[in-house]
């Protein structure tokens, strides 16, 4: 590769990259903890017809990620492979999302077509956005120290979306609404889709790719994919990814009705939230120093044994024990929001291993 050995980054740079995540958590949290209930309690889907939805538009997301990587890799700009991407899907990524929550006056046949289509398209929008994104964090530097250090920031970054999302949505609404949930929900959505804008391209602005292939480098897609097999770091990040993304979307889009139906609270659920996301970044905020103490793969096996034990044990809580639930969740919260943060620096280090192995 061409590149300059131990990059530092400066801390703007870090900021900018943070806020990328920032944008992408204010889509991704509106969508699972809010797009269920906004479709059945608002639009008036039924909730089985709502799980398939998502069922079938997450399935097919897979493979789209897959293409999504190879198309990104292969991009070839003066701004670089990765940065052009966020440019190019900064506006698009709010506007979609923004007609995903808006409600048209449609027979219940026209209503599901409609989710279909604007649901698969802001998927595929935000994959085109957050493929690419994940990607430039491994060529801002080589320095697998400072790759842990923007992990940091840019988890922070996506926790605060997080706090914007989920704190504040559900008082949005009312405010807004006025009454009427689904006027609520589409403007406080076009504010959210106005901040998307602007973080991305701020994030496009202040990053910078550094670490770049040889210029008479080449390869094919049937090699790309024989080396990603072969690798075996990535594939068990891969299955360990799968099982995250799999408990975290459980455990989002549960929380919302979770409170409302049977705590009889809905609104205690944005303070909730809030109070696990400020956990979340503080785990984010202080995961470099512990990765340095524990190693990444020590740390990560006692954090996922953590919040495991810690999560399920909300089981056993009654509806009246509010305040085990917020320390539960609190110390659940703790050990989940470090494991993304080593997920995606340990991604990096899977490339530099296939690297180095083939």
Known sequence: MEVTKNIKIKLGEKLGYALGDTAANIAWRTLTTFLLISYTDVYGISAAAAGLLLLVTRVSDGAI???????????????????????????????ILALTFTTPNLSYTGKLIYAYITYFLLMFTYTANNIPYSALMGVMTNDDKERTSISSFRFAGAYLGGIITQGFLIYLVLFLGNGNQNKGYQYSIYL???????????TYLTTKERVKPPKDHSTSILKDLSDLIKNKPWVILLFIGFLFV??????????????????????????YMVVLLVVSMIAALITSPLANYFGKKNLFIIVMIFSAITNGLLYFAGSQDITTIFVLGALSEFGAGIMPVLFFTMLGDSADYSEWKN
Request: glycine share 6%; hydrophobic share 50%.
């Open 65 to 95: 990620d897959v293409v999504m990587g190879m198309i990104a890799d292969r991009t070839n700009t003066k701004q670089g492979k990765f940065r052009p991407w966020i440019l190019w899907t900064a506006i698009p990524l709010g506007v």
């Open 192 to 202: 959210f889709a106005i901040l998307i804008t602007v973080f991305l391209i701020i």
């Open 246 to 271: 799999t408990y975290n979307s459980i455990k989002q889009g549960i929380t919302v009705i979770y409170f409302k139906r049977y705590l009889n609270q809905q609104t205690l659920a944005a303070s």
